[in-house]
């Protein structure tokens, strides 16, 4: 070995230090999670190998394998493998730094909420699995030589925050072998018989021979080329906890698929419990197990689904990809793209079988998913309409259920001569059903699609249409209600128009004059409300233009947009302005209708979200006040 003045001495990234400190604390209370992790590791490794072996001289490798070597006297456990290894600055990379920092977050927000937290496990799946070896140990020896390379190197480290790397004169193999210092009280792992148990509970379906005294421990079929008839619910199970690192979660539901023509490939899908992009951690970046023949192409491919069925975990077997297949090489392939198309329209038959014959279920999976599954209706893959008939949406029919509305549903329970389907929006569900612009939905009976997330908003605007109904906002100006008693549906309410108009008619038009003289360039015009019932006025937007939520986010984004001047409406039947249409007729009412108008737009600005002159309207109040009180 090195001499001592030859070791180099560096300093984990401060991310590092912290999730060691975390792991040294016990967070991760099952210590066997840490062979699992290791054992991942190590198979990736030798799927690299493999990978790197065909595509540099087209040579398949053989005798690939894991080993777990105990040392009861010495209280060392050895993970080995004979995969791709690691050069000088490869161990600093990989080892140095932390592959994804909401791992981090992760483990804190874990240890707020649940001191032990089965959730724990997913520390796998975020690049941090090695790090458990500190678990385990008080000490933890990397020894690892490149596939390309001479060079033997020894990473080691106590988890104190620095790690040393010297090389090693003896000729080592190819590979990686990690050395585990046990701690105190942790002899169990260096038992056969234990590791074993522990292999095969988590590392069953390895797709490499992990080998404990010999004996080959992880000798399970790959049950996805064997019929569904034949695998049983505790091999999906434990298939399911292999590709996902979920232990004792199960699925919300899985898709075992085969196809022989007009190509042949193998499937088994699963959507997750648990939707990662709602945890915080950003955009799923994970792929499926792509296999030609059983043998690992890909473990992360990303092209075989649509992205907005990226949260899918499975894997993918076809005997007509070649073994060579680099990523650029399968985006060009007919067969992939054949079996990305056969492979698309599976997962949406199986969502249109559980909503039709497990809508609990289908819910589940919406609440979790639907998030990212919404976006197929901005797709291009061809999908559009079946995925717009899987959306769903809560309503003001199912308001206070936890009930889930179809576009479909919505559309059998309309109103005779209905030719919309409406939305409303806003920040949460009980804000929205405050919303002026609603009573004349709920006078009607009419049904509204309640959107709290702005993306929805942006799904429905792309499709626009559906069941030949076009998709609107109750704020638009271009709203159009279904015939009321048999009138013509341009009328709106008919039956109302006629009774406002018949209330001092002639004093509500001269209203609407002084607020739009007054009002001015704050609006783009004054009119009379035929959706309102109770409220004074509300804001509604210009034909053409923006919903107020879309609006008010881009706004937030682009603090240079301008928000785009709406219209607004006021209610001839209102107490308040029945009495403003008596006053406005005496100049002398002049300056107090005036401030009306001022008021009572910000009073519709706070209605609809918008944040009006905060200094205008507290001095306008107090005016008002001492008014009240007889002051001047």
């Known amino acids: 070995m090195a001499n001592e003045q030859d070791t180099q001495q560096y300093t984990f990234q401060a991310e590092i230090r912290q999730l060691l400190h975390l792991l040294s604390h016990s967070l991760y209370q099952n210590r066997e999670i840490t062979l699992r992790e290791l054992i991942s590791n190590a198979s990736d490794a030798l799927d690299k190998y493999r990978y790197h072996l065909l595509t540099s001289s087209g040579e398949s490798a053989e005798d690939l394998q894991i080993r777990l070597e105990p040392d009861k006297e010495n209280r060392v456990l050895v993970i080995r493998d004979n995969g791709i290894g690691m050069s000088h600055d490869e161990l600093i990379a990989n080892l140095g730094t932390i592959a994804r920092s909401g791992s981090l977050e992760f483990l804190r927000k874990a240890k707020e909420q649940q001191e032990h937290s089965d959730s724990l496990s997913l520390i796998g799946q975020f690049g941090v699995g090695f790090y458990s070896s500190f678990m385990l140990a008080d000490r933890v020896e990397v020894i690892s030589r490149g596939a390309d390379s001479d060079q ?203 909503a039709e014959k497990e809508p609990e279920q289908f819910a589940k999976f919406y609440r979790e998913f639907g998030m990212i599954f919404r976006e197929g209706v901005t797709g291009s893959d061809g999908n559009r309409d079946r995925v717009a008939e899987l959306l769903r949406f809560t309503s003001t029919t199912t308001a206070g259920t936890d009930d889930l509305v179809s576009l479909k549903q919505y559309c059998e329970r309309a109103a005779e001569g209905q030719e919309q389907i409406y939305y409303v929006c806003g920040t949460d569900r009980q804000s929205v059903l405050q919303d002026p612009n609603l009573e004349v939905f709920r006078k009607r009976g009419l049904e509204v699609l309640v959107l709290t997330d702005p993306a929805d908003e942006y799904v429905l605007s792309s499709l626009a249409t559906w069941s030949e109904k076009t998709i609107i906002s109750v704020d638009a100006a271009d709203l159009k209600l279904p015939p009321a008693d048999g009138s013509d549906s341009d009328s709106d309410d008919a039956s109302d128009t006629e009774k406002s108009a018949a209330t001092n008619s002639e004093g509500f038009e001269k209203l609407i004059a002084v607020f739009s003289e007054t009002l001015g360039e704050r609006v783009r015009e004054v009119r009379r409300s035929a959706r309102l019932t109770e409220s004074d006025c509300c804001l509604v937007n210009a034909e053409g233009s923006m919903s107020t939520t879309m609006q008010r986010i881009l706004r937030m984004n682009t603090p240079e947009f301008e928000m785009q001047k709406m219209v607004l409406e006021l209610n001839p039947d209102s107490t308040l302005v029945k009495r403003l249409s008596e006053l406005v007729s005496d100049d002398a009412n002049a300056d107090f209708i005036q401030q009306c108008a001022l008021q009572l737009h910000a009073n519709a600005m706070i209605q609809a979200g918008l944040a009006p002159n905060g200094n205008e309207m507290a001095s306008r109040l107090q005016s008002f006040m001492l008014q009240l009180a007889g002051q001047k």
């Open 152 to 354: 033997t190197w020894r990473w080691e480290s106590t988890g104190d925050g620095t790690f040393t790397l010297s090389e090693v004169e003896e000729q080592s193999e190819r590979g990686t072998s990690i050395r585990l210092h046990l701690k105190k009280d942790l002899d169990e792992f260096t038992d056969p018989v234990r590791l074993k148990y522990i292999v095969r509970k988590y590392s069953t379906f390895v797709p490499h021979p992990v080998l404990v005294e010999e004996e080959h421990i992880n000798n399970q079929p790959p049950i996805w080329l064997e019929p569904r008839a034949s695998v049983t619910e505790e091999q999906y199970q434990n298939f399911y906890e292999y590709l996902t690192h979920f232990p004792g979660q199960k699925p919300i539901w899985k898709l075992h698929l085969a196809a022989d023509s007009p190509f042949q490939f193998h499937s088994i899908l699963y959507c997750p419990e648990t939707n990662l992009e709602k945890m915080g951690f950003g955009r799923t970046d994970h792929g499926l197990h792509l296999c030609a023949r059983r043998i690992l192409v890909q473990n992360d491919n990303r092209d075989l689904l649509p992205d907005y069925l990226r949260f899918l975990r499975g894997i993918v077997d076809s005997a007509d990809l070649p073994l060579n297949v680099s990523r650029e090489a399968l985006q060009d392939n007919t067969v992939f793209r054949k079996m990305r198309t056969v492979i698309t329209r599976k997962v949406l038959d199986q969502l249109d079988k559980l």
